[in-house]
């Protein structure tokens, strides 16, 4: 899609500002009435909030948790508060806590076929004062056993799941599975690493996150058919450490099912690893975050998150590479979002027993409606950013959102680019089963500056590379379509992206749909080789459905009150128990 990345002068002004990491945008959460009064007894009036009509479309408020911050630590002893958080039982845990707020998912009640319920939609527009609690773990606690939620596709590709125990003492042991196809249903082989990892301090770079060093022990691989071994013996080149390494494999003829195979070893000082393409860079930079998922007929329930650090998508890198983004998260096997078919069996299976997940029904790719991130997106290079695309199946045009932040909560906005263009049919991609490559074509772009750096960046930029003639001004969009794009920000026009994408359901119903991941160093998918082979986190349907060949909605403004999934606003439903419940409340305020 468009390329909205910010050029090494502003990406510099970032990092400047973000020296000191100060501490990111923190906000109270409320108190929850118990989980048996319903969804929506949390509904409070008071002086600024809305009308009770209005917060009928969102989430009940969450539970208080203690708020604080840390810029800055040497280990996880340094800082030590109590926090006893719902659904932990008794017991307190040691650590502080920066309560960040995310785009909230909007309720609606829908009465059909005689019946009321709640049912959760993303909104299509993300307001700022519409927010869910979100709190972020400083320093992060990783002890326990972390998860993936699904199948999980790496550049290459590599379709593989992950399941990582850290224990006390600074110990963990990871378990890496591998599988032949997207499904993640045909093991190929599996790593399982042991070692050491050290929280250091947090990160100078990526704001929100906490550096870290590891040392591995021990690493082995189990090959689960002999089309594995050839696979991965194939990678070896010819210098003397692969030649070396090689001796280590058995040859195929010799492949025996179950049999472990040592690739590194601390003691021995061997170490594989590198020469087979395997890292476990991805522990250098580390996020915990806590989050509540809403619950249609009951409260809350506690998701706990482990974000740790991306995969460079040229292979060649990644030996060298330190993360300055976030892959796929894992979750907590005792606070895991549901329904989660996964996780049981990831919390199950060691290197001699990969798990095989549940059967999918694939969806085939029909482009429509409108889609939006369900959260703050981290990209490489210092980017937070949030995306919302409305595809327009009856000519095969798109237009889409790129809210640029300057804080991982998205809640201090830089810039916004609006870009737009038209698409290719999709065909199926023979290098990433399961996906669809496009092409895309960008024709127009519009720059609104959302903050005073970069307004000024704008105004001292050259007048013919950015815009035209003109003063730039806060908040004031302005079209960069004449002036070929706008250099200041890395916008070219016309500009085309070869795209990746795939489309599915989640298991609660809900359409995702996933688009190429952008390439580390910055550049663009412009040619067919630099095609995604891997992609970025999943947007959701916000509105419309997907296939959807309608007409294309009329224009919204930005900040416009969220749309529901069925594409309205809040219900018309159910009107009397709307005013049931402010009468109920306002009763409640006398007593």
């Excluded at 002890?143 to 939620?149: A, D, F, H, K, L």
């Excluded at 522990?283 to 989050?291: C, D, E, I, M």
Aim: aromatic residues 8%; charged residues 20%.
């Amino acid at each position: 899609m468009a390329r909205s990345e910010t050029n090494p002068e502003l990406r510099q002004h970032t990092a400047r500002g973000l020296g000191t990491v100060p501490s990111e945008t923190v906000q109270a959460a409320e108190t929850l009435l118990p989980a048996g009064a319903g969804a929506l007894s949390g509904l409070r009036s008071g002086p600024g909030s809305e009308t009770q009509a209005r917060r009928l479309c969102f989430p009940p408020p969450a539970p208080s948790l203690p708020v604080g911050t840390q810029p800055g630590f040497r280990d996880a002893g340094d800082v030590q508060t109590n926090l006893r958080s719902q659904g932990q039982g008794p017991g307190s845990q040691t650590g502080r806590y920066e309560v960040l707020t995310l785009p909230a998912r909007t309720v609606e009640a829908a009465g059909t076929a005689g019946r009321d319920r709640l049912r959760w939609a993303p909104p299509c527009q993300q307001p700022a004062t519409n927010r869910a609690p979100v709190t972020a773990l400083l320093p992060p606690r990783l002890e326990g056993p972390w998860i993936s939620t699904g199948c999980e596709v790496r550049p290459g590709p590599e379709f593989l799941t992950r399941s990582y125990t850290f224990f006390p003492g600074r110990l963990f042991r990871a378990y890496q599975f591998y599988y032949r196809d997207p499904l993640c249903r045909d093991p190929a082989h599996s790593l399982v690493i042991k070692g050491k990892v050290r929280l250091r301090r947090a990160s100078w770079v990526t704001r929100g996150a906490t550096e870290a060093d590891y040392h591995l022990h021990k690493a082995g691989i189990v090959f689960h058919s002999r089309h594995a071994l050839l696979d991965i013996t194939g990678r070896l080149d010819r210098t003397q450490a692969s030649q070396d390494c090689a001796q280590q494999l058995p040859p195929a003829r010799a492949w025996v099912p179950g049999a472990l195979y040592e690739l590194l070893s601390a003691r021995a000082e061997r170490n594989c690893m590198a020469a087979l393409g395997f890292t476990m860079h991805e522990l250098s930079l580390v996020r915990v975050q806590r989050r509540l998922q809403p619950q249609p007929r009951a409260g809350p329930r506690l998701v706990e998150e482990l974000y740790l650090g991306d995969i460079h998508t040229d292979q060649a890198e990644r030996r060298h590479y330190r993360p300055t983004g976030y892959q796929r998260p894992l979750q907590s096997a005792l606070h895991h979002a549901w329904p989660c078919p996964a996780c049981g069996l990831l919390a199950r299976s060691d290197e001699h027993h990969p798990p095989v997940l549940p059967a999918q029904t694939a969806l085939p790719l029909h482009l429509g409606g409108r889609w939006v991130s369900p959260r703050c997106e981290v990209r490489p290079a210092v980017l937070f950013l949030t995306r919302l695309f409305t595809f327009h199946g009856h000519n095969r045009s798109w237009e889409g959102y790129y809210h640029h932040f300057s804080d991982p909560a998205c809640r201090q906005p830089t810039f916004t680019v609006y870009a737009a263009g038209r698409y290719t049919r999709g065909t199926p991609s023979t290098k990433v089963l399961g996906g669809t490559e496009l092409v895309f074509q960008v024709t127009k772009a519009r720059v609104t500056p959302m903050d005073q750096a970069t307004t000024a960046m704008l105004n001292f930029s050259e007048p013919s590379s950015c815009g035209g003639p003109g003063t730039w001004s806060l908040g004031t969009e302005r079209d960069v379509t004449a002036t070929n794009g706008c250099l200041p920000l890395g916008i070219r026009l016309p500009h085309m992206e070869y795209e990746l994408f795939r489309m599915e359901q989640d298991p609660l119903g809900q359409s995702l749909l996933f688009i190429g991941q952008r390439p580390t160093d910055g550049s663009s998918p412009d040619t067919p080789e630099k095609r995604p082979t891997s992609y970025q986190a999943p947007l959701v349907l916000c509105s419309g459905v997907a296939g959807d060949s309608s007409q294309p909605p009329p224009h919204r403004p930005l900040l416009q009150t969220p749309l529901l999934h069925s594409g309205g606003r809040c219900p018309h439903g159910a009107p009397l128990l709307l005013l049931l419940l402010v009468l109920s409340l306002a009763f409640l305020q006398w007593l």
